[in-house]
Nanobody, 119 residues
C-alpha cells in the first residue's frame, strides 16, 4: 500500500558527499516515521537515521555530525545528506516508512541504492 523508491547512490572517494532521495507513493497519508537503514551482504540491516512526522530526528553515533535526514511531506520525499563519507559507510541504503491505521502498524522498505566509498 506504500511504495518506496530510492535514488542518489553511487561511488565516491573518502571525504566526499552524496545525497540520497526516497519518493513514496500509495497511501502516503498514513506514513508516520521514516528512516534510512543500510546493509552489507551477510550482515544485519542497521539504522542510519530516523525522522518522525513532526521533523524530530535521531542518529546513531556512526552518523551523527556527518549525515542529515530530512523530509518534504508535500513531495512525499525523504532525503539523506551524507558528508565526509568513509569506506565503512559502503553499503546498500534502504528507505523505510512506518504507517499506523488505528491499531494496525505496517512497515515498508524500498529496494535499496548502492553507496560505495573508496579509500
Amino acid at each position: 500500500q506504500v511504495q518506496l523508491v530510492e535514488s542518489g547512490g553511487g561511488s565516491v572517494q573518502a571525504g566526499g558527499s552524496l545525497r540520497l532521495s526516497c519518493t513514496a507513493s500509495g497511501i502516503t497519508f498514513r506514513i508516520n516515521d521514516m528512516g534510512w537503514y543500510r546493509q552489507v551482504p551477510g550482515n544485519e540491516r542497521e539504522l542510519v537515521a530516523t525522522i518522525n512526522s513532526g521533523g524530530t530526528t535521531n542518529y546513531p553515533e556512526s552518523a551523527k555530525g556527518r549525515f542529515t535526514i530530512s523530509r518534504d511531506n508535500a513531495k512525499n520525499t525523504l532525503y539523506l545528506q551524507m558528508n565526509n563519507l568513509k569506506p565503512e559507510d559502503t553499503a546498500v541504503y534502504y528507505c523505510n516508512a512506518k504507517t499506523r491505521w488505528f491499531g494496525t502498524l505496517s512497515n515498508y522498505w524500498g529496494q535499496g541504492t548502492q553507496v560505495t566509498v573508496s579509500s
